[in-house]
DNA sequence: CTAGATGCAAACAGTTTGCGTCACT
DNA sequence: AGTGACGCAAACTGTTTGCATCTAG
């Protein structure tokens, strides 16, 4: 997925128009060292299209979201989250409803990288997010159709 | 760290001073199901002390954070991010300047849990972050006293 | 030609800040 | 008594929405 007619291929793979604002953003976005926020992507998007609007950016930023051809880095819901344990823990994370769980570290074998990562790197740590439905959202999946499924908290 | 006299004395072993407020502000973390925003434990507290204001509640949680009586959930920056990164991988973070970079997922070892979650639980993927310093920040730690060093971005 | 995309401004949510008053140590 | 905490309102940042205009298919 490089080139102009790719792009507008997955485009109209995904029921959308191709616009020129569109490729500009998604070259953006590939351009950017490949984690930007949708400010660095207006402003790098700013320099081939002065007119755009920071709006127009989010909308499309948010429809490559929801049609898969974006990834958010995060999992975790937008607003500050506070915990107070302070065991070593990771979390389970559910996709549907965003409630977070604590998973004790001893439940999970050891976390390994197979090379060291490159010279002046330094690890403090490592956070593993289990991502997935809980029990409530699990039986709601089964029970209603794909259309009825509204994302909401449980 | 459960009973009045074990906060205030963390308190005070912090430099702070424990008033009532923060009291109330800490229990409400610790009942709120381990994950609470900010908000969700200004409604809590509010039913203990009904003047208390939603900026102090800010700033006893930033405070408590500040001082490692709380964690922060999430690794990530609190702003929106986004990749085109399909290939499976996972992420180094850098606490300093918050750089995020692909590590790809043959790099890894298995991530696994030593047993199955609750019964009604799906897990549809394992998350990491590897969580450290990146070459940049770490050469200015070593380079610069404590007291200089700003967290700022590469 | 028409549904959907753009651009603008206004609205919103989450969070921080400035300042006068109050309370812990 | 003095430093730091509180409460209030205003400011700010990041993001979304309503609406009129424009454009891709």
Redo the contacts between chains.
């Keep these: 997925?490089s080139t102009v007619q790719e792009f507008r291929e997955t485009c109209h793979r995904h029921g959308l128009a191709a616009t020129h604002q569109r490729q500009v953003i998604?070259e953006a976005?590939?351009a950017l060292h490949?984690?930007?926020?949708?400010?660095a992507?207006f402003e790098k998007v700013q320099k081939k299209i002065p007119s755009i609007s920071l709006a127009t950016v989010y909308k499309n930023?948010r429809t490559?979201?929801d049609s898969g051809?974006?990834?958010?880095?995060?999992?975790?819901?937008?607003?500050?989250?506070?915990?107070?344990?302070?065991r070593p823990h990771h979390?389970?994370v559910c996709?549907n409803c965003k409630t977070?769980?604590?998973?004790p570290e001893?439940?999970?074998?050891?976390?390994?990288?197979?090379?060291k990562?490159?010279?002046?790197?330094?690890?403090?740590?490592?956070?593993?997010?289990?991502?997935?439905?809980?029990?409530?959202c699990?039986?709601q999946r089964k029970s209603f159709s794909k259309e009825n499924q509204e994302k909401q908290p449980c």
């Design positions: 997925m998604f976005v590939m490949g984690h930007p926020s949708p400010e992507v930023i490559f979201l051809i974006l990834r958010e880095v995060s999992v975790h819901h937008g607003s500050l989250r506070v915990e107070a344990n302070h979390h389970f996709t977070i769980l604590d998973l001893e439940e999970f074998g050891p976390v390994q990288l197979r090379h990562l490159p010279r002046g790197f330094q690890v403090q740590k490592f956070v593993v997010d289990v991502v997935g439905l809980c029990p409530k699990s039986t």
